[in-house]
């Protein structure tokens, strides 16, 4: 089972970095972005070493803070229900797999009321060989849940312009932590993303993509 603390998956980024990115691809100015898990990767990956990665310009982190996440029973729970779906019963195609998926989700009051956070959910789905699976390794994630809530220490900082999207009504990110990130990031902005929550992509992709073209145009 693969590791998925958040120094292993920050140095399988940048073997993604370096190998392809800037070998294969000849790319040599680089923004990386991240949401949650992976904006603290993209943090992990800039703070790990003294000069930072090669190559990436700016990073830009998308509802996630450098600290311990909130605490997320309701996650948890969805995560445990997700691992009780037995995959082989399902419908054969997509569609019909995510129909029959919710309709499981739905058995979960806290998953039954929010469609948004379901439909979330059921875009990480795949088709595959006759056959409807999780795209991610939800066995990993359940295993290394508590290094995932976590954030490493880390004694370095990362002196170029980093972007913070926050969610209006997100909790995982908020002017509480900014202190902590002040801490790591000496060039930072915030960003808050009104009528967001955490997955602010979803909930508010036009002013999601507006502060993410004036910070990288700008």
Request: hydrophobic fraction near 40%; proline fraction near 5%.
């Amino acid at each position: 089972m693969p590791n998925m603390t958040y120094i292993d998956m920050a140095n399988d980024l940048e073997n993604f970095v370096n190998e392809i990115v800037i070998n294969r691809d000849q790319v040599d100015h680089i923004t990386l972005m991240g949401h949650s898990m992976g904006g603290k990767t993209v943090m992990s990956l800039a703070l790990k070493n003294v000069i930072g990665p090669v190559n990436v310009d700016q990073i830009i982190v998308a509802d996630i803070s450098p600290s311990v996440s909130p605490s997320l029973i309701n996650i948890k729970s969805y995560l445990e229900k997700m691992k009780t779906i037995d995959m082989n019963l399902v419908g054969s195609n997509l569609i019909q797999g995510r129909k029959e998926i919710d309709k499981i989700l739905c058995e979960l009051p806290s998953l039954k009321k929010d469609v948004n956070q379901r439909q979330f959910i059921l875009t990480r789905l795949k088709e595959e060989n006759g056959r409807v699976k999780w795209n991610f390794n939800l066995d990993s994630i359940m295993t290394h849940y508590q290094d995932i809530m976590n954030f490493p220490e880390f004694d370095n900082q990362y002196h170029n312009p980093t972007l913070f999207l926050g969610g209006e009504r997100s909790e995982y990110i908020t002017e509480k932590d900014l202190p902590t990130i002040e801490k790591y990031f000496t060039d930072y902005k915030f960003v808050k993303i009104p009528k967001a929550g955490h997955v602010i992509h979803f909930d508010n992709p036009t002013e999601t993509l507006k502060a993410i073209k004036n910070f990288i145009c700008f």
